[in-house]
């Protein structure tokens, strides 16, 4: 990929992350933690063995505030 490519891919994820955090932020804290509860499980069942240790650690970042805001 090249590196506008990711700049841009990055940028855009970044902004998906934050629009996802401030949603589940206006959400009752019931409905948040189960979404936490999803999100975790759905995570759990990604075949990890597919992607780097980069993206993986790049995903992590992401969902970290996210995961973050539900709790």
Do not use: W, Y
Request: glycine share 2%; hydrophobic share 55%.
């Amino acid at each position: 990929m090249r590196t506008n490519q990711a700049q841009e891919f990055n940028a855009r994820i970044s902004m998906l992350s934050i629009v996802l955090q401030e949603l589940c932020r206006a959400m009752p804290r019931a409905e948040a933690a189960k979404v936490a509860e999803l999100v975790h499980g759905r995570m759990a069942q990604l075949p990890h063995f597919a992607v780097s240790a980069d993206v993986d650690a790049a995903t992590v970042r992401e969902l970290g505030p996210l995961l973050a805001a539900l709790a």
